[in-house]
């Protein structure tokens, strides 16, 4: 299968020179892709001298927008995705690529401790995972790693859910586990960036968390609904304890409680069909 690496780029001319001329020795065969996100360095001087397809936007859109242009140009059958930072090793795409051989639909690379930024940065993503794992059913050892390897067909399902900011590896992580597709985790040491990163913890860092539950309930609304519901319930079971016992009555808080618990299943219930009935359609569709 033909394989396309993708590169999305914000102002990382220094980093692309030691890194291009990597990934053409790791990967002599492959298509190279950088897509320059409204860079005001001398990217677009890189990419020339070292002879890869350019994609540029006239303006910066986001990581996410980089990743979509970058697989709608690739013409491989396989996509592989890395950060232009110096973040991700040329070499450990032939083991990304090993792991896809043995029939996998995506196989990321999947970060030890050491290699996260900080112990924030640490924390912050080991919350992720769990929630992402609770959330589809699996387990989830990187979230937010952009250096995988998908299938294309696959990988453009999804695109149009994909967000334009950092958030995109979230999105198809949870996307490809919803669809049954297979996802495997191999360990990878990531390097010290190149310059400093692009990324705010505490914006991105919810917007990571409300993509998780974005998806979560897109494709399975009683994971949310239902912890809720039962939330609503055992306050009204306590409530109305507490007021029995004190005023020998059922209170309407009570019964509000426990109307909201019912309405909440219900919708969560509703929710889960409907998706349900969506994603037959896709499957139709694909």
Known sequence: MKVSVVIPAKNEAESLLVLLPAIKVAMPMAELI????????????????????????????????????????????VIVFMDGDGQHKPNDIPRLLAEFD??????????????????????????????????????????TSGFRAVRKDKFLQFIYMLPNGFSYPTTITM?????????????????????????????????????????????????????ISIMFFITGVCYYGYTYTTMGRFTNMSALLFISAMLVFLMGLV??????????????NA
């Open 34 to 77: 950088v897509v320059n996100d409204g860079s005001d360095d001398n990217t677009s001087a890189v990419c020339e001298t070292c002879e890869v397809v350019e994609v540029r936007h006239p303006y910066s859109k986001g990581n996410g927008a980089a990743i979509k242009s970058g697989a709608k140009k690739a013409t491989g059958d």
């Open 175 to 227: 996307s490809f586990f919803r669809a049954g597709f297979t996802v495997k985790y191999i360990p990878i040491e990531a390097e010290k960036r190149l310059g400093s990163s692009h990324i705010n913890l505490l914006r991105d860092g919810t917007k990571f968390l409300l993509i998780i539950f974005k998806v979560g309930t897109l494709y399975s609304p009683l994971k949310i609904f239902f912890p």
């Open 102 to 143: 043995k029939g996998y639909d995506m196989v990321v690379g999947a970060r030890n401790d050491g290699s996260q930024a900080s112990v924030s940065r640490l924390a912050g993503n080991k919350i992720y995972n769990r929630l992402a794992t609770f959330m589809v059913g699996h387990k989830v050892e990187d979230l």
């Open 271 to 284: 929710s889960e069909q409907i998706t349900t009935l969506l994603y037959k359609d896709e499957e139709k």
